[in-house]
């Protein structure tokens, strides 16, 4: 069987790979957007992280008529309101590069006492083609840093610092990570609940 993970960005799909493991990479081929013929992309207008997986993960399961698994997700920072929210990856406006986001959000956060806590959520969605099968969310709790710290990972990465462990999530090894993120949580609870109604056997 083939199961898409409906994501081009190569640091998430390095991270998707390994919470799925060898052994079930062993019997299901995992495949990506960059890996199948180019559709057009859904329009992410939902208000929350669970509606855009939804509508990620339902459209490109019909598009590619495959299992679909698809995530939303982004950073809430407390003294913003939550903010950016669903506009995490366009804070800065659209197009913008990932450092641009980092500017803008010391920027908006400059008038405010620090610590700055923030929560980077995630929800991940799994589809066949006409119905979602599966849903999770995770959480991970931290707060920002007034400059950046670390070379991996992507987005907010190096300002996102995790208290328990003296790093930012740009510090982690891919392993630290997977452990902790708000991703890796969603995705092993994604990945247990179809295993338990048999969408994945491994």
Partial sequence: MKLLIASKNRGKVVEIRA???LALQRVVEVVT????PD???PREDGKTFAENA????LHYAKAHKIL??????????EPLGGLPGVRSARFAGAGVTDAANNAHL???LAPFARPWKAAF???AAAALPGRVVAEATGKAEGEILPGERGRDGFGYDPLFYVPSLGKTMAELSTEEKNRISHRGKALRALI??????????A
């Fill in 19 to 21: 919470l799925l493991g």
């Fill in 68 to 77: 679909c698994i698809a995530d939303d997700s982004g950073l809430a920072v």
């Fill in 121 to 123: 959520v995630c929800v």
């Fill in 39 to 41: 559709v057009e992309q």
């Fill in 106 to 108: 010391l920027h908006e």
């Fill in 54 to 57: 939804r509508i990620k993960a």
């Fill in 192 to 201: 247990a609940e179809m295993k338990a109604a048999g969408l994945l056997l």
């Fill in 33 to 36: 957007l960059a890996d199948l």
